[in-house]
């Protein structure tokens, strides 16, 4: 990510500028709602998630059906 286009971010929002004030401010205004229509559809969607009973998570490896995890004895740590 060491070319040009990425060399500020005034870079990535160029093409804005040369748009008069007032549409350019209504640029930024569709794209600002753009992205919170985004996030919120995301959010509304995440509620239905459910978790796949088939992962072991970290607070399970104590479950004996958790045998694909690595078991490290409490109080050692890897290095």
Known sequence: MGGPEFAGVGAVYAPL???PAGLRLLA???LVVVGMVG???????QQSYVESP????????ERTD???VERVPHGQVPR
């Open 17 to 19: 500028n040369h748009l």
């Open 28 to 30: 930024l205004a569709v």
């Open 39 to 45: 996030c919120s559809v995301a959010w509304v969607d």
């Open 54 to 61: 088939n992962i072991c998570r970290a607070h399970e490896v």
């Open 66 to 68: 958790c045998v694909h």
